[in-house]
């Protein structure tokens, strides 16, 4: 029996990398999901694949940085499934720059779609929750959460944040039977790595990261995490199995912040 039957679900970010494979994951198990993005082109691709496999799902145009489409997208999906169960806070950017030299507007944004875009998540779907007697809500955060990288203090910034928001939210509506939680990837493949700005404006190229290789250096399974493997994870949270798990961190690395690179057996 699918995990998530009558259940329904919107992730943002959902139209590629970790959230495209959180959306059909969640319907795959039976939940609807309503997909948001602001790539229409990938987010109604997503929706299509989902449709052709059975599932249910829409896609709606959605910029998390702007508070007065909330209530909008709220409505949506309680007007389409009836109800609200999930969110899966996934929407991000990363910049990768020096604090000397970052400029403010590229803190600002940052903060806006990694930090503000969260809040605006959690503020807006806990009255539907609490309507539909319950739920769980997800926030992507990041390793870069748990401890500093060089080069990506203004993300670790809004990743760190993340991860107490999760808590304090956890302690707040626990009465409500809303559940929240963080997870928090480590090396994974997906597009955003061809997608990381480096540099200053008007002087800013894409950085020439690539995961496998870097997982590879890094990462004591030695293999580079894909979008599954974090939407597994998702899943879980979303589940009656997860039912007692609240204000926690799910650490998904292949063992990168367990405390240090394994050393191989003699």
């Known amino acids: 029996m699918a995990q998530l039957a009558g259940k329904a679900a919107i992730v943002t970010g959902g139209a590629s990398g970790i959230g495209e494979a959180c959306s059909e994951t969640l319907a795959r198990e039976g939940a609807a999901v309503l997909v948001t993005d602001v790539d229409d082109t990938l987010g109604k691709a997503v929706v299509g694949r989902i449709a052709k496999a059975g599932g249910k799902a829409a896609y709606l145009h959605h910029d998390v940085r702007d508070e007065a489409t909330w209530p909008g997208v709220i409505a949506e999906a309680e007007k389409r499934f009836g109800r609200l169960d999930i969110m899966v806070a996934n929407a991000g950017i990363g910049i990768m720059s020096l604090i000397e030299t970052m400029t403010l507007a590229d803190w600002q944004r940052q903060q806006a779609i990694n930090l503000d875009g969260v ?135 292949g063992g990168m912040t367990a405390g240090g690179r394994a050393q191989r057996r003699s």
């Open 119 to 253: 809040f605006l998540s959690i503020k807006h779907s806990i009255p539907a929750m609490r309507k539909a007697g319950g739920g769980s809500i997800v926030l992507m955060s990041s390793i870069a959460g748990l401890r500093g990288a060089p080069s990506l203090a203004a993300y670790s910034a809004t990743k760190g944040g993340v991860r107490l928001l999760a808590k304090s939210v956890a302690l707040e509506y626990a009465e409500d039977k809303i559940r929240c939680n963080s997870v928090h990837p480590g090396i994974i493949a997906t597009p955003i790595w061809g997608k990381i700005p480096t540099g200053a404006e008007g002087n800013r190229r894409n950085a020439p990261i690539d995961p496998r290789e870097r997982a590879a250096a890094a990462v004591p399974l030695t293999r580079v995490g894909e979008a599954q493997d974090i939407a597994n994870g998702v899943l879980f949270l979303c589940t009656d199995a997860a039912s007692y798990v609240t204000g926690q961190e799910l650490v998904i690395d």
